[in-house]
């Protein structure tokens, strides 16, 4: 009884902290002034705005990018009235959330809530400005946090309702930005793949069986995916989707855009953006990569194999939907998934330094 007590305080401090954390979020990033520079940002309200005014999108309007993130920016004008403060206001509000998932991403791989807040702040301070706009990467990103929380109870994410509410999201994903969904999707095929080996090496855990666990996926991504597209495609037809959704992004956007890793081709970062941080941070995830495989070959707990497996392929999955333009702007996109995956190394080192763990941590 105890113990389920302080459970439940922990709980309940946690979503304060996180109802806290989204408050401040909103507040700072509407109180900022609006950024001006070169920016998808006026597309995506435009294309909003003429699907308002009956055009029809793929149709009338072109667009290389799934339609949730404008589907939502519609609705939120048909609301609120078509202006540049209620998209700012839905940017924001996906910022809030982001800052949320980082802070429970960080807290469920075992860091305590200084650093939780603190991750989350460094979103808001350093990745957010790098490019602060109302964009469908930031919805994408959340989704990958909130598969990549998910998904670190293997336990949990092996079941039949965690597994269809996997789909529906990894189906949303798609819907927001397709090759970010495909990507993840990939990774999460991999890791049922992985779990049906670890049940060999440690016993067969609950869950589903691997065929029944990918139909499951399959099934429910397919639903939450058409359940967006569908409309769009009994309005424009599928040819024309076909040629903005998957021809044009495999010609000619990788003909025009182009770059190395970590360039920063427009030159208006905000100044308290840390470049450096945005380039290098994700080399955490080879790291990461590499501590799964051994502690795998070493049979240790299982528990720890798998959340360094997941923690691994998210990270490898956001760097490779990253590769389409691997620039300052997009390796800033990705920042909330190693975030959480440098919170766990970060962890992992400090318990290895003994009586000096608690400063260490306060320090950070």
């Known amino acids: 009884m105890l113990n389920l007590r302080t459970t439940l305080r922990e709980h309940r401090t946690d979503i ?5 954390l989204a408050a401040s979020s909103v507040i700072y990033l509407m109180l900022r002034r609006w950024p001006l520079g070169a920016a998808d940002e006026a597309y995506y309200f435009y ?31 048909h609301l609120f009235g078509s202006s540049f403060m209620t998209g700012r206001v839905v940017g924001s509000v996906i910022q809030a959330l982001l800052a949320v998932a980082i802070y429970s991403g960080v807290r469920v791989v075992g860091a305590g809530r200084a650093l939780a807040v603190a991750a989350a702040f460094v ?3 350093i990745a957010q400005p790098a490019w602060p706009y109302v964009t469908p990467h ?3 990103t959340l989704l990958v946090c909130v598969l990549l929380i998910i998904s670190l109870n293997r336990q949990r994410a092996r079941t039949g309702g965690w597994i269809v509410a996997q789909g529906l999201l990894l189906g949303l994903l798609l819907a927001t930005r397709q090759h970010a969904g495909v990507a993840v999707g990939l990774g999460m095929t991999l890791l ?19 065929g029944r666990h990918l139909i499951t996926l399959a099934v429910s991504t397919l639903a939450g995916f058409g359940l967006v597209i569908g409309p769009h495609l009994m309005q424009a037809g599928i040819s024309p989707m076909i040629n903005q959704l998957i021809i044009h992004p495999l010609t000619g956007y990788r003909d025009i855009n182009k770059g190395t890793w970590g360039v920063n081709y427009l030159f208006n970062l905000q100044p308290f953006t840390w470049p450096a941080l945005l380039k290098y941070l994700p080399a955490v995830v080879p790291v990461t990569a590499l501590r799964a495989i051994i502690t795998m070959l070493r049979r240790d707990d299982r528990r720890s194999v798998e959340s360094l497996l997941v923690l691994a392929v998210f990270g490898a999955s956001a760097i490779a939907y990253t590769m389409s333009l691997p620039d300052l702007v997009h390796l800033a996109m990705i920042m909330p998934i190693t975030l959480i995956v440098t919170s766990e190394l970060l962890m992992s080192a400090l318990r290895m330094i003994g009586p000096w763990e608690r400063v260490v941590r306060i320090t950070l």
């Open 16 to 20: 304060l902290v996180c109802l806290l």
């Open 47 to 77: 294309h909003a705005i003429r699907m308002l005014e009956g055009e029809v999108l793929y149709r009338d309007v072109f667009e290389l990018t799934t339609p949730l993130h404008i589907d939502i920016l519609a609705l939120a004008f």
């Open 123 to 125: 979103q808001l301070a």
């Open 138 to 140: 930031w919805l994408a």
């Open 192 to 210: 049922a793949l992985v779990d049906a080996l670890d049940d060999r090496l440690w016993g067969r855990a609950p869950g589903q069986p691997l």
